[in-house]
């Protein structure tokens, strides 16, 4: 009975600790979604109607951006570079310093501390795929 009970307090005591060894990745954004594609979308912007933003992942691992002050700079931004994945597989970051959150048909812009943005325009920091477009954005 004294076995028992040592076997439910420390089933018990360790069911709130979490061992990296064990975090399964194997149900990773990056493993099971089919992340690479082209996204698009309008996040807010102070000094401007909207920050217009199209982007594009592709393999291995690399970007393509192309960004719109929507208002008041006619002159669009356009990059490209390359990402890395986190550990647990789910977010990216890419190597002009955004962070976003992958999910099967979207991104999400994430804050500094890899967090969802809050606030009355936190949908709005989202980027949607767009179905049948890759590989089509050109950098001149």
């Given at each position: 009975m004294k076995n028992l009970c040592l076997v439910i307090v420390l089933t018990i005591v360790g069911c709130g600790q979490q061992d990296a060894s064990f975090i399964n990745t194997t149900s990773s954004s990056k493993d099971t979604l089919q992340w690479q594609g082209v996204y698009h979308g309008v996040f807010?912007?102070?000094s401007c109607e909207g920050m217009d933003t199209t982007l594009e992942l592709t393999l291995p691992n690399k970007y393509t951006i192309h960004?719109?002050?929507l208002g008041t700079?006619?002159?669009p931004y356009r990059g490209s570079g390359t990402f890395k994945w986190?550990?647990?597989g789910n977010i990216i970051?890419?190597?002009r310093g955004h962070?976003?959150?992958v999910?099967?048909?979207h991104l999400y812009l994430l804050d500094v501390k890899f967090r969802r943005i809050k606030g009355p325009d936190a949908d709005q920091y989202r980027v949607d795929k767009i179905e049948g477009l890759g590989q089509q954005i050109k950098i001149d």
């Open positions: 807010p912007c102070l960004t719109i002050r700079d006619p002159n986190d550990q647990s970051i890419l190597d962070i976003y959150q999910y099967s048909d």
